[in-house]
């Protein structure tokens, strides 16, 4: 990966930041395997993408939360 990214393709270092904690999704996934996905044993791989998509809606119904997960990497939005 190393290689790769000091191979002068820049593409991927301005995709994805270099640490989790300028990332405003890790922030997310962290709340989504804190809550909906805590403790789940889904029988199939349908359950757990049922209950991470009901995660997903919960954060987009909960406006703050997004905010948050950018205010928490240090971005706003103005």
């Given amino acids: ?4 990214a ?10 994805y930041p270099p640490t989790p904690e300028l990332n405003p999704v890790e922030p997310l996934w962290s709340n ?3 809550v909906e996905l805590a403790n789940l044993a889904g029988d199939t791989l349908d359950d757990v993408v049922a209950a991470a998509e009901r995660g997903i809606q919960r954060i987009r ?10 205010r928490y990497c240090g971005l ?3």
């Avoid at 119904?61 to 950018?70: P, R, V």
């Fill in 76 to 78: 706003s939005l103005w």
């Fill in 6 to 15: 000091s191979s002068g393709s820049g593409w991927w270092w301005s995709r």
């Fill in 32 to 34: 989504l395997k804190g």
């Fill in 61 to 70: 119904g909960t406006h703050h939360l997004a905010f948050s997960f950018l």
């Fill in 1 to 4: 990966m190393l290689g790769f």
